[in-house]
């Protein structure tokens, strides 16, 4: 049986920058980052926001989105770049982008691949 719908398409997004000389505060990057990912993508399954040593890291579940296509991939890449590092942390600020896919058809000719999401189960 497969749980994902025929057309789904799960996607696991990482989304690293390294701040230049301008610090965010931590509740103004997650109000952008909550903002710049519904723009984008629509909806984020789900995302966290999480500080590094040299600056932030950013992982989104998203559904629906080609992130197999190296073309989305790439426009992506350049606005986060220019539309939310630079306007964030300025132009030196540097930012990677990573991308996975977690569930769905790829259109490579293999079988699609599965996730399940199950909620936490707290243990004590």
Known sequence: MDPNSRHQLWSRWIF???EAGRHVPRG???LNVARWL?????TAGQARVRQTITGWRIEALIEGKPAHDPGYVASVRLQFQSNFVEKGWGPLARSWVTVKVMA??????KPRAQILMLPKIPVS
């Open 16 to 18: 690293d920058v390294d």
């Open 28 to 30: 103004d990057v997650e």
């Open 38 to 42: 519904r723009a984008g993508f629509g």
């Open 104 to 109: 769905g058809d790829v259109q490579d000719g």
